[in-house]
Every structure is written in structure tokens, then in C-alpha cells.
């Protein structure tokens, strides 16, 4: 049987027990089976089952019921599974609802099970959302060929020493593939002061606290205590005291906080002062006039003069200015289509897309550059003209970041750019149009790091990309996009956190030397907006110090093969 207690009754067969087909997109008739069997029970009673034939079937038994003010539930029971291999797996998911009728959804918690031949227990707590009135526990075969049997499964309000037992347990969790590492680990020495503490999510948990105290006394006056943080990645606004520290962090419950192991860590002397800058003083610092990254306006007349007289910047600036010349009037890029839906088709297109795309979006920020190094308006009004043609495409369509991200890329990558260097030349509608299109369009970048989440798990190459396009669209969109200052405050702790993701303090790249090379590239520049626009210094962190080094040591100038990553048959 089936049992849950909350006011759920006894089901006497599983006709008291709503069976449901579900796919991911809420879709019904996957083609997964619901199954009863009067004595598949781990003591000769009923269980339930589903059993799905391939990969792309899943399914589940559900109930709705009334949460009756619960805080928190605890869930038991048994499962047993035929066939399912490592891919496929049970699952209890519970959906948290605001009415017990129809599905007016909240959020969900999943809890994975690994495949089990013989009847196995689990246990779990789970913290309700204050918004929550129902709850739906769906028992799953997701995705596994095979058959998946429940038995026993209780829900019910959790207990005091249920919460507390369990709360704990969650916290310290080994970190799953892809996922971040705890930081600073035990025993670490800081190459920075302050040190970025980054720890793992806990399903249900939204809101923690982090405690930092010298010599580790967390009872003593010089403890730090942050609460209600959002994120599980905190940088101080201030130095530390060299020396001996401890570090912990956790969350509140209704029977007070619960909080991790202690791990120690070290900061030397010498260790680079990085405090995470506040983002009041962050946005006061970027100015509200154009252009503001790379260039600063109050800059142009002498940078134009140098380049007019000065041999050195002349011979700079020559191949921008040549190569500016050879764009002006060239036919303007079409939009693409959408890719194909998968399969070597898609694969082709999307090169053949980026290949060709890459070019005409490069002249445009070429022709811009060339006006800020000049004040030429011919280059000015041809970066104009390829700008304003990119403002007619649709940003939720064939170039929006989840259908082809390069496409994207490149878009939010050299359009703020050109909108800043030409903004003099743009008309007050031009520019709204600008702002509302790649406002849209970075926003996408936002919900995408959000989703993943780069907080703790970071590890795709594409998005580790867009964080230099978004933190510079944020400084070039500052005080005229609302949104900007809040990409920026999120993107903070994991810029001056965890980030860059491929590169440790050692300056090595996870990727390989080549990919290492074009992503520093592109990190290079943003942070030098980051450090004009908005004095921000990220090439103070030890990574951009000891970059070079490795490249040297990986690459010496005798050595015939590059040694790993992409490109390396080069």
C-alpha cells in the first residue's frame, strides 16, 4: 500500500491513488506504465509502480493534499528497483502548491534515489515555502527502463529533532560533478584577504547565514555573523587580520540555526587585499555619460590628438583604420533562421552561422573603435548603420541565447560596446531602442546564470564566456537600464568569488592553452572596463599574475604540441 499521513487516508487500491504520465514540459502520455501489485510489497502487501520501456518515457503516481501549516515535512518510505541502470533513477519530488485544487504551482524538491534491487529505506525533511498551502509528493521512474516499486511512503509534519537531525545531515554534502568545491578548504592558506567562502546549496534553502571568527572562537567579540544571504558565495566587504580563522555557515530553522563543520583557514601577510566592493559605491563610480568603457569622453580630443601626431599610437591605430575603411558599405548581415532541431544538421548550422556572422559583427565594432580613435563619422554612421539593423531582429528568436548562443554571444559581446563608443551619433529613439532590445537580450544571459546556477555550478564554457558580456553591457547600461544594477549585484560575489571558473590562483587554464588564450582574451577586456568603468581591480587577483607563467611553462617556446584541450591536433 501506499500510505501517506497528512490528512491522507489509507488507499485500498490504486484506484485512491491518481496515476499520471508526466514529461518535462508538463505534457501528459510519455508512455510510462502505472502499475499495482497486491502483494509486490516489501511485506506481501500492495505497492506501486511505474515502468517505462525507453529513455524519453517517465512517469508517477501523485496526490495533492492540504499542508495544514506545516513548516516542514518529513517523508519516508521504501522503493525497490527492476532493470533501471545508473541513467535512470527513482525520485520523490514534492511540488509545493497555493491551493490544494488544481496546480497552482510554487517551487519543487527532488529527492534522487539510486537505483536499488532490493527494498531500500530513504528519509528526508523538506522546508515549506511560507506561500504554500498544498503539497503534491509524486513517486517517479524518471527515465529508466525498467520498473520502479514504492511501499510505504509516509508524509507528515517533521519534528523538532527530525528538523535538527536532519537539517544537519544536509549540510557538508560531497560536491557532485560539476559542482564547486567548499572554500576556503581546511586547512588552506588565503592567497587573498579577504578569502571568498563559497559552500554547496541544500534543496529548500534559500536564505543562510556565514559565520567567519579569528582562531576559530565563534563565542568571542570579533565573530562575524552574515545572515540572510542569498547566494552560497560571500566575499567581505573588508580585509581580515592576518592570521589564524575559522569559518562555518548554515541556515535558520524554527529551533535555531544549523550550521556546518568548522573549517580552518590562514591569511598571510602577504596575501593580495581583494574586498568585495559594495555595489552603491560600484555604481556611483561608473559615470553617466558616453563613452565609459575602454574610453572615457573627457579622454577623446587627447587620445584623437595622439593619434593624429604620435608616431606610436598612429602605427596602433593604423590597421583599426584601414581595416574600418574596407567595411563601409558592405551588405548588411541577414537574420538567421532557427538552427535544425538536433543531429549533424544542427551542428553545421550553427559553425556555418558563428563563421559568418563573426565577421560582419567584428566590422561593426571595428568602425566604431575607428570613430572613438578619429571622430570620423563615416566610421561612426557605418557601425551605426549595422547596430540599428541588429536592433530589428527578434531577441527571442533565432539568435536568443537558448536557441544559438553564439549567435547571442556575439551580439551582447560588441553591440553595448557600439552603442557606448557611438552613442553621440544615435538619436534619443535609437538609443531607447537599443537600450530595450539588449537590456532583453542580456537579461536572457542573467536567467541563464541564475538557472545553472554560476554560484555553484559553473563549470560550461559558453556561460563562463558571458560573464565578461554582462558585466560589461551592466557598466555600459548603468543609470539607463534598471536591471543593470541588478545583474551587476549578482554577478559581484561570483566575479570577485569563484571566478574565472577554468583558472585557479596557480594561473592555470582547465580548458587548455588554447582555449585558454581566447578566454583570457575576452576576460582581459572586460576587466579592464570593469577597472576603468567602474575601478573595479580584478587583475590584482593571483590568477592574471600567474597566468603567464603557466602558459610559459605549458607552451615553451621549442615545444611542438600544446598538450591538451581543444585545438591541440593544431
Excluded at 576559530?216 to 567579540?221: M, Q, V
Aim: some cysteine.
Amino acid at each position: 500500500s501506499w500510505v501517506t499521513v497528512m490528512p491522507y487516508q489509507k488507499p485500498r487500491d490504486a484506484g485512491l491513488v491518481r496515476a499520471i504520465i508526466d514529461s518535462s514540459g508538463g505534457d501528459f502520455g510519455t508512455g510510462g506504465r502505472p502499475l499495482y501489485s497486491a502483494e509486490g510489497g516489501r511485506d506481501g502487501t500492495g505497492a506501486a509502480g511505474i515502468v517505462c520501456e525507453t529513455t524519453e518515457q517517465r512517469g508517477a503516481w501523485r496526490q495533492n493534499a492540504d499542508l495544514g501549516g506545516a513548516g516542514y515535512v518529513y517523508a519516508s518510505g521504501r522503493y525497490r528497483t527492476e532493470g533501471i541502470e545508473a541513467d535512470g533513477k527513482a525520485m520523490l519530488r514534492l511540488t509545493w502548491l497555493r491551493g490544494l485544487e488544481g496546480w497552482q504551482f510554487i517551487s519543487d524538491v527532488r529527492l534522487e534515489l539510486p537505483p536499488s534491487e532490493d527494498w531500500r529505506e530513504f528519509e528526508a525533511v523538506f522546508r515549506v515555502p511560507e506561500e504554500a498551502v498544498a503539497v503534491a509528493p509524486e513517486l517517479f521512474n524518471f527515465f529508466g527502463v525498467g520498473t520502479v516499486w514504492w511501499d510505504e511512503i509516509h508524509l507528515r509534519p517533521a519534528s523538532k529533532e527530525e528538523i535538527m537531525q536532519m537539517a544537519g545531515q544536509t549540510l557538508d554534502r560531497e560536491p557532485r560533478e560539476g559542482e564547486v568545491n567548499y572554500a576556503p578548504a581546511d586547512g588552506e592558506t588565503s592567497a587573498t584577504n579577504p578569502p571568498a567562502f563559497v559552500w554547496l546549496p541544500v534543496q529548500g534553502v534559500d536564505r543562510w547565514i556565514v559565520q567567519f571568527a579569528p582562531d576559530g572562537d565563534f563565542e568571542g567579540h570579533g565573530v562575524v555573523t552574515i545572515e540572510d544571504w542569498p547566494l552560497t558565495v560571500y566575499t567581505p566587504h573588508e580585509t581580515l587580520r592576518p592570521g589564524e580563522w575559522a569559518w562555518r555557515y548554515g541556515f535558520a530553522t524554527d529551533f535555531g540555526p544549523v550550521f556546518s563543520r568548522v573549517r580552518r583557514f590562514t591569511i598571510p601577510e602577504d596575501a593580495v587585499e581583494f574586498p568585495l566592493p559594495r555595489i552603491d559605491d560600484v555604481m556611483a563610480r561608473i559615470p553617466d555619460v558616453h563613452p565609459r568603457a575602454y574610453f572615457h569622453r573627457d579622454d577623446l580630443e587627447e587620445l584623437r590628438r595622439k593619434v593624429q601626431e604620435d608616431p606610436v599610437y598612429a602605427e596602433m591605430a593604423r590597421p583599426i583604420i584601414q581595416s574600418a575603411e574596407s567595411k563601409i558599405g558592405e551588405e548588411l548581415y541577414p537574420e538567421p533562421d532557427y538552427l535544425p532541431e538536433g543531429g549533424i544538421e544542427r551542428s553545421r548550422a550553427y559553425a556555418a552561422c558563428f563563421r559568418s556572422m563573426r565577421p560582419f559583427t567584428a566590422g561593426m565594432e571595428i568602425c566604431a573603435k575607428a570613430y572613438i580613435l578619429t571622430g570620423d563619422e563615416r566610421f561612426g554612421q557605418e557601425a551605426r548603420r549595422r547596430l540599428m539593423h541588429y536592433m530589428t531582429w527578434d531577441p527571442e528568436g533565432p539568435t536568443s541565447v537558448s536557441n544559438n548562443d553564439e549567435a547571442a554571444m556575439d551580439i551582447v559581446m560588441r553591440c553595448p560596446r557600439t552603442y557606448d563608443w557611438i552613442w553621440d551619433l544615435l538619436t534619443e529613439q535609437e538609443r531607447e531602442t537599443c537600450r530595450r532590445v539588449l537590456a532583453q537580450r542580456l537579461q536572457q544571459v542573467n536567467d541563464l546564470h541564475r538557472r545553472m546556477p554560476s554560484t555553484s555550478r559553473p563549470y560550461s564554457s559558453h556561460p563562463g564566456r558571458m560573464i565578461g558580456f554582462i558585466i560589461e553591457g551592466s557598466i555600459i547600461f548603468a543609470h539607463e537600464v534598471p536591471e543593470a544594477r541588478e545583474w551587476l549585484d549578482w554577478l559581484r560575489p561570483v566575479l570577485c568569488g569563484i571566478w574565472p571558473i577554468w583558472a585557479g590562483d596557480d594561473g592555470a587554464w582547465a580548458e587548455g592553452p588554447s582555449y585558454g588564450l581566447a578566454y583570457v582574451g575576452i576576460m582581459a577586456m572586460f576587466a579592464s572596463a570593469l577597472r576603468a568603468g567602474a575601478h573595479i581591480k580584478l587583475f590584482r587577483r593571483p590568477c592574471w599574475r600567474n597566468h603567464a607563467l603557466w602558459r610559459k611553462y605549458c607552451c615553451p617556446p621549442y615545444a611542438q604540441w600544446i598538450g591538451f584541450g581543444d585545438h591541440t591536433e593544431r
